[in-house]
């Protein structure tokens, strides 16, 4: 029985890397922002449309960093329909998150309750871009300057993702993206900060903080730490960007087929193209209704594993249930979200996924 992963890294092929690296061999420059790490921020600014990025060895360290730049007080207003990433981020920087719920159709932030949830203690928005599906970007801002607010979006699951022609890094103060073997592009792992803003000194920070805090040979002026993208992984990076069009025009066709086999059945709620929105097809989250569909979330999962078939329960558990946060936040007030984390499964998606594999695991769902 073949097994069929969740999702599958995009790579280049061995003799693409082999060449990309070569250099390496003869420089002995393996990290401290060598030749590959400067020629990917280049690139990556220009494909992702924004003024200003710095590369970090992963997406985590990317946002704790960012948070700490930032300068953040008291409480972070955010989402526990996410990755650990984003609520660890906060909490390791000495702040409080404070969790507002998504709304119902596209996972991401509610803004209709956002303003409800501020504080003189909130100094932030961090809203999450969810399965490539971006936020309501218009009213945070309009919040956000009507509150004099910070907004720092993770945008983990957003690479190339464009709203009305705009890169989406280009929204907010800053967004994070992460470059996690598991993304639409990868650098093995890895992470970025993107802004649009040169003058608020931000880039400098950033680039210390990444850095142990040196700011020059002589002078080390903040608490930092080591977060750099070696020139190993900025090479898989540029051989990756060479490709990604390609790989998510493929991952189309894939959703494209599920959209097809599982669209119209009754219990099974999919995502829908949002308007003016380039999309990337990052993730393929379905919700099942069991009072309608039959069969619950988990059974389908299970139903799945036992045919070699791994869907992801993504995101499962809200990250207010955690054990580590046992006790702190109150469930009530994400309903939507906790409902959700219930009733959710990503399907197995990446450019190389066969449709006759697509069909196969709808086949099992549907019980054919």
């Known amino acids: 029985m073949e097994k069929i992963l969740v999702t599958r890294s995009s790579m280049p092929t061995l003799e693409e890397y082999a060449e990309e690296i070569k250099d390496l061999f003869e420089t002995h420059w393996l990290t401290n922002m060598g030749p590959k790490h400067n020629a990917l921020e280049e690139k990556l600014a220009e494909y992702l449309k924004v003024k200003n990025i710095l590369l970090f060895s992963n997406g985590h360290m990317a946002l704790e960093l960012l948070i700490q730049a930032m300068g953040l007080s008291g409480e972070v207003i955010t989402t526990p329909f996410t990755f650990a990433s984003t609520t660890h981020a906060i909490v390791r920087n000495g702040l409080t998150p404070v969790f507002c719920d998504v709304n119902p159709e596209d996972y991401t932030i509610d803004v209709t309750k956002i303003e409800s949830l501020i504080t003189e203690r909130t100094s932030a928005i961090l809203p999450v871009h969810v399965y490539g599906h971006i936020c309501d970007v218009e009213e945070i801002e309009r919040i956000a300057k009507k509150h004099h607010l910070k907004v720092i ?130 993730y393929y989250p379905v919700i099942f209704e069991p009072e309608t569909f ?49 009733k959710v499964l990503t399907l197995p998606l990446y450019a190389d996924l066969r449709m006759e594999q697509v069909d196969r695991i709808c086949d099992i769902i549907l019980g054919k």
């Not at 709203?163 to 990868?186: C, E, L, P, Q």
């Not at 078939?309 to 994400?334: E, S």
């Open 153 to 282: 979006y993770d945008a983990a699951h957003t690479f190339g993702v464009e709203y009305r022609g705009r890169g989406i890094a280009s929204f907010g103060d800053a967004s994070m993206f992460s470059f996690h073997a598991t993304k639409v592009f990868n650098t093995i792992e890895g992470g970025a900060v993107c802004f649009n803003n040169s003058e608020n000194g931000l880039r400098e920070k950033l680039f210390s903080l990444k850095n142990f805090g040196i700011w020059d040979e002589d002078v080390i002026k903040d608490v930092g730490a080591n977060s750099k993208m070696n020139e190993f992984q900025a090479a898989m990076g540029l051989c990756n960007l060479r490709h990604v069009d390609d790989e998510i025009a493929k991952r189309k066709k894939v959703v494209e087929r599920y959209q097809e086999r599982l669209g119209r059945t009754g219990g099974i709620r999919i995502s829908q193209e949002q308007r003016d929105v380039k999309a990337n097809y990052a």
């Open 294 to 342: 039959g069969k619950t979330r988990d059974e389908v999962y299970d139903l799945l594993k036992v045919n070699e078939i791994y869907a992801r329960k993504y995101f499962y558990p809200l990250t207010n249930t955690f054990d580590c946060y046992k006790g702190r936040f109150d469930l009530g007030d994400t309903p939507v979200a906790l409902d959700l984390s219930k």
